[in-house]
């Protein structure tokens, strides 16, 4: 019996971590624009002198190298789920019995006055 194929878009914690998991179960393939991951905790380190950007800035496919998941650099263009596929900006299709979106998540500000202009 054929492993199920999973398509994951995004790169972040959530991806990672999924391609992680599903390394045994399934034939997987991460999809994110970029080829590293940003670790944003510390980038105010980055921006004060007190870490160089290399040291948050983590290569994608070094990350899933033990998980055995493939990586696309790309954007997704269209989701057909009637057919099952991932277009990305490559015009790759990606076949997929699974789809898993972990595209990132939205700050919230919850109304505090100058922080989407000043702090993020």
Do not use: C, W
């Not at 624009?33 to 948050?56: C, E, I, K, M, W």
């Not at 269209?78 to 076949?95: A, F, G, Q």
């Amino acid at each position: 019996m054929t492993k199920p194929r999973v398509v994951i878009l995004g790169a972040g914690f959530g991806g990672l971590t999924a391609a992680r998991e599903l390394r045994d179960h399934a034939d997987v393939t991460v999809v994110d624009r970029h080829n590293f991951q940003t670790f944003l905790p510390l980038l105010y380190q980055v921006a004060s002198a007190g870490l160089a950007a290399d040291h948050v800035a983590h290569p994608v496919r070094a990350a899933l190298r033990k998980s055995g998941a493939q990586f696309r650099m790309g954007s997704p263009i269209t989701v057909d789920h009637n057919n099952k596929t991932v277009k990305i900006d490559s015009s790759e299709v990606l076949p997929f019995d699974h789809l898993i979106i972990a595209l990132g998540s939205a700050t919230a500000d919850f109304g505090v006055k100058g922080v989407n202009e000043f702090a993020l």
